[in-house]
Nanobody
Framework: VQLQASGGGLVQAGGSLRLSCAAS????????MGWYRQAPGKERELVAS???????YYLTSVKGRFTISRDNAKNTVYLQMNSLLPEDTAVYYC????????????WGQGTQVTVSS
């Protein structure tokens, strides 16, 4: 299984970025997908997730600013991030789990998002 994340970068506060995660080696349509982030000195946290049937979850601090979506035809999950804040600065990781498994099983390599004030 491979999860290839891309789309990170440096952006000013108030700007936008779109992260992508291309998956291979799994039955993508049967997997829940998530985006985690980890800032220096902080615990990793789940930012957003989307189930195999499209149900979504968002961390409270990103609600209304971030949108997670998936394209099952392309085996890809996206995270659209708008109105970015300096506190959104972190390494963002995509993750996948089979719908019958509780914990995320597969992880991408991470992409750096830096928001300047």
């Amino acid at each position: 299984v491979q999860l290839q994340a891309s789309g990170g970068g440096l952006v000013q506060a108030g700007g936008s970025l779109r992260l992508s995660c291309a998956a291979s080696g799994l039955t993508f349509g049967n997997c829940a997908m998530g985006w985690y982030r980890q800032a220096p000195g902080k615990e990793r946290e789940l930012v957003a997730s989307i189930s195999s049937y499209g149900s979504t979850y968002y961390l409270t601090s990103v609600k209304g600013r971030f949108t997670i979506s998936r394209d099952n035809a392309k085996n890809t999950v996206y995270l659209q991030m708008n109105s970015l804040l300096p506190e959104d600065t972190a390494v963002y990781y995509c993750a996948a789990r089979r719908f019958e498994v509780e914990k995320y099983e597969y992880w991408g390599q991470g992409t750096q998002v830096t928001v300047s004030s």
